[in-house]
């Protein structure tokens, strides 16, 4: 099973921006979907982002749209979670999930298996 170590989280104004990074190991990082998820607090972990094993295909939640880029490094292991133009509501702990991409689904949180431990986005005001 793949594992997933996020890093690149931290404190920025409203208006900033961040990347986001997950490193994987222990699977073959081309065979699977990745995505991003977040989990602010008193909330339900939420979708965010989703990107095929090609990355020729994303998908994003309707919230985050024109401001968050995923993408992926297939010679590095390594998705990416640009964001921009950050609002308050951003903040969360960030999670990537990653799930065979010969299994289906793109957001929901029960379609992937394998997660990393987060990482905190905090957006001031």
């Known amino acids: 099973q793949v594992q997933l170590v996020e890093s690149g989280g931290g404190l920025v104004q409203a208006g900033g921006s961040l990347r986001l990074s997950c490193a994987a190991s222990g699977g073959t990082f081309t065979t699977y979907t990745m995505a991003w998820f977040r989990q602010a607090p008193g909330k339900e972990r939420e979708f965010v982002a989703s990107i095929t094993s090609s990355g020729r295909s994303t998908y994003y939640a309707d919230s985050v749209k024109g401001r968050f880029t995923i993408s992926r490094d297939n010679g590095k292991n390594t998705v990416l979670l640009e964001m921009i133009s950050l609002k308050p509501e951003d903040t969360a702990v960030y999670y990537c999930?990653?799930?065979?991409?010969?299994?289906?689904?793109?957001?929901?949180?029960?379609?992937?298996?394998?997660w990393g431990q987060g990482t905190q986005v905090t957006v001031s005001s």
């Open positions: 999930a990653a799930r065979p991409s010969y299994s289906s689904g793109f957001r929901r949180e029960t379609d992937f298996g394998s």
